[in-house]
């Protein structure tokens, strides 16, 4: 395995295991927490789902890094096929929703869609299309009220199933809706387009990164002393719910910082058979994702002689302890899966059943 590629791999084994904490803890957790194991778990919110974003449009950009070298007819092959996996993901994701409503894989179906038509395009486009889907949402808050559709005492959103309900969700407030959540995929295409092998592109990333992750977290901090408006701390302060512009950059240069990261610490570790282990288990993030939140939930649930109801707020909140001590079960059986699985396969059980069916 490359180098650049380990480190890729790594990233995304990092974003599962934190989508397995927040996950679990959304579920048979308490949010509100604010014991120092609670707020522990509560730092992986928004960070995780938002790299696994990133880190999806970083895979497109990768598997099409070759531009110069493409003919017509390469690129328009190379397109049919993100669309035609964009498609599949649609699918599945909409079928698992009926099971796990804060599903995001029919999403990513959207977010790919969009970036196939953008793929071959300049990078400084996609930034440029990044900045478009944060101000179209917040256009869109001003127009229609964020809690439309929603139960909030249930996490449930009321009219999914509705023409208009199923648009405004997609679209607008649902758990990770193309504006402005296609952003954090259009700065995965540009990333994905940057030398990594370079150190100047880590330490760049990673600096940027940092002094916005900085920026907004002083800004946050200092507005606890400024006489503000409810309505103006809240948005200053937002978590995931709704993802409005300090949210956004929060987790936008989180993301950068992680990554630049885990591709600096991979020139050293790359030959390690445990960091192998961890990048194939990167590999595998969609047999990973839907392994969580379905037969992990069921025995996550049967361990407290309880049922999953589908409904998030449903189950009384176990200690933060115990959700943490899970996760951490869950990704070692993952690793160990994804290595005993990749000694004969190159791609886990879903990723083959994606690329059988599209190529």
Same mark, same amino acid.
């Given at each position: 395995?490359?180098?650049?590629?380990?480190?890729?791999?790594?990233?995304?084994?990092?974003?599962?295991?934190?989508?397995?904490?927040?996950?679990?803890?959304?579920?048979?957790?308490?949010?509100?927490?604010?014991?120092?194991?609670?707020?522990?778990?509560?730092?992986?919110?928004? +960070?995780?789902?938002?790299?696994?974003?990133?880190?999806?449009?970083?895979?497109?950009?990768?598997?099409?890094?070759?531009?110069?070298?493409?003919?017509?007819?390469?690129?328009?092959?190379?397109?049919?096929?993100?669309?035609?996996?964009?498609?599949?993901?649609?699918?599945?994701?909409?079928?698992?929703?009926?099971?796990?409503?804060?599903?995001?894989? +029919?999403?990513?179906?959207?977010?790919?869609?969009?970036?196939?038509?953008?793929?071959?395009?300049?990078?400084?486009?996609?930034?440029?299309?990044?900045?478009?889907?944060?101000?179209?949402? +917040?256009?869109?808050?001003?127009?229609?009220?964020?809690?439309?559709?929603?139960?909030?005492?249930?996490?449930?959103?009321?009219?999914?199933?509705?023409?208009?309900?199923?648009?405004?969700?997609?679209?607008?407030?649902?758990?990770?809706?193309?504006?402005?959540?296609?952003?954090?995929?259009?700065?995965?295409?540009?990333?994905?387009?940057?030398?990594?092998?370079?150190?100047?592109?880590?330490?760049?990333?990673?600096?940027?990164?940092?002094?916005?992750?900085?920026?907004?977290?002083?800004?946050?901090?200092?507005?606890?002393?400024?006489?503000?408006?409810?309505?103006?701390?809240?948005?200053?302060?937002?978590?995931?719910?709704?993802?409005?512009?300090?949210?956004?950059?929060?987790?936008?240069?989180?993301?950068?910082?992680?990554?630049?990261?885990?591709?600096?610490?991979?020139?050293?570790?790359?030959?390690?058979?445990?960091?192998?282990?961890?990048?194939?288990?990167?590999?595998?993030?969609?047999?990973?994702?839907?392994?969580?939140?379905?037969?992990?939930?069921?025995?996550?649930?049967?361990?407290?002689?309880?049922?999953?109801?589908?409904?998030?707020?449903?189950?009384?909140?176990?200690?933060?302890?115990?959700?943490?001590?899970?996760?951490?079960?869950?990704?070692?059986?993952?690793?160990?899966?994804?290595?005993?699985?990749?000694?004969?396969?190159?791609?886990?059980?879903?990723?083959?059943?994606?690329?059988?069916?599209?190529?």
């Amino acid at each position: 395995m490359k180098k650049r590629i380990i480190g890729f791999d790594l990233a995304r084994a990092y974003a599962i295991f934190g989508m397995f904490i927040v996950n679990f803890n959304m579920v048979f957790g308490n949010h509100d927490d604010t014991s120092l194991p609670g707020k522990l778990l509560v730092l992986f919110s928004g +960070h995780s789902s938002t790299v696994f974003v990133i880190l999806a449009g970083m895979g497109v950009a990768l598997m099409t890094n070759r531009i110069q070298d493409y003919t017509y007819e390469d690129r328009k092959k190379l397109r049919k096929t993100i669309l035609e996996r964009a498609l599949f993901l649609f699918v599945f994701g909409m079928l698992f929703y009926q099971w796990w409503p804060a599903d995001i894989l +029919h999403l990513y179906g959207g977010y790919m869609s969009i970036g196939a038509m953008l793929i071959f395009m300049d990078k400084k486009y996609y930034l440029i299309a990044a900045a478009i889907a944060i101000a179209i949402f +917040h256009l869109l808050l001003l127009l229609i009220p964020f809690e439309t559709g929603w139960n909030f005492e249930t996490l449930e959103y009321t009219d999914f199933r509705t023409v208009s309900g199923f648009l405004r969700n997609t679209f607008y407030n649902g758990w990770n809706p193309i504006f402005p959540w296609f952003a954090y995929f259009a700065v995965g295409l540009y990333l994905g387009r940057l030398d990594w092998s370079l150190k100047q592109t880590q330490q760049k990333m990673f600096g940027i990164g940092l002094a916005v992750y900085i920026g907004i977290e002083g800004f946050r901090y200092a507005s606890t002393f400024m006489n503000l408006s409810a309505e103006t701390r809240e948005f200053i302060n937002a978590d995931y719910i709704p993802p409005v512009l300090p949210f956004i950059l929060n987790t936008m240069s989180f993301g950068m910082m992680l990554i630049a990261g885990f591709m600096f610490v991979s020139q050293y570790i790359s030959e390690k058979t445990w960091a192998q282990d961890l990048a194939r288990t990167g590999q595998m993030t969609l047999t990973h994702y839907v392994s969580h939140l379905s037969m992990d939930l069921v025995l996550f649930a049967l361990f407290q002689e309880n049922g999953y109801t589908g409904i998030m707020t449903a189950q009384k909140p176990l200690s933060p302890v115990y959700i943490l001590l899970y996760s951490v079960i869950f990704f070692v059986v993952s690793v160990y899966f994804s290595k005993l699985w990749g000694r004969k396969y190159k791609q886990g059980p879903l990723e083959m059943l994606m690329r059988k069916i599209t190529g």
